[in-house]
């Protein structure tokens, strides 16, 4: 499966309305399974130094084929990992808020978020990968997407 662009607009709007609700300006970036960009959202306000961030988040959940959290600790000094940020020209970002996009297990793409703490960052792309996954149970179909955090409901 390829991820075209209207299913790319589709997450742009779900991670948008996410970091809406919780008072931010986000950049939000999708990129298909190369890591090559295919739809990018700068909402008003939101940092210029997040539009590169955001990308490279995209591009290394694909390219890690992990979400960027999962670097963070492995790129700590003495972890397995330690400098993985400064290769690939430093595009490697090990702040979470990328999140490749699966379908089954084959990976068609990644998000990638800049906006608020990485924690922020990352539930605004759970939000995307949750509309990604009720597209898929839902082809074709319109999909309201409702993020859940703790016992209250956005």
Do not use: C
């Not at 986000?26 to 955001?54: E, K, T, W, Y």
């Not at 993985?84 to 979470?96: D, F, H, P, S």
């Not at 996009?101 to 906006?115: F, P, R």
């Not at 990485?118 to 009720?134: G, K, L």
């Amino acid at each position: 499966m390829k991820l075209s662009l209207e299913t790319a607009k589709r997450l742009l709007s779900a991670a948008e309305q996410k970091s809406r609700q919780m008072g931010l300006a986000s950049n939000i970036a999708i990129v298909d399974d190369g890591g090559n960009l295919v739809a990018f959202q700068r909402m008003d306000h939101a940092r210029l130094a997040g539009i590169g961030i955001a990308q490279d988040k995209a591009w290394t959940s694909v390219s890690m084929q992990m979400p960027t959290a999962n670097l963070s600790q492995a790129a700590q000094p003495g972890g397995p990992s330690y400098g993985i940020n400064t290769t690939n020209r430093g595009r490697v970002v090990i702040l979470a808020g990328g999140i490749p996009l699966k379908v089954g297990e084959q990976i068609v793409g990644g998000i990638g978020v800049s906006g608020g703490t990485s924690v922020q960052d990352a539930e605004i792309a759970n939000a995307a990968v949750q509309a990604f996954q009720a597209m898929q149970a839902n082809p074709g179909g319109n999909v309201n997407v409702r993020a859940r955090i703790g016992s209250v409901r956005f």
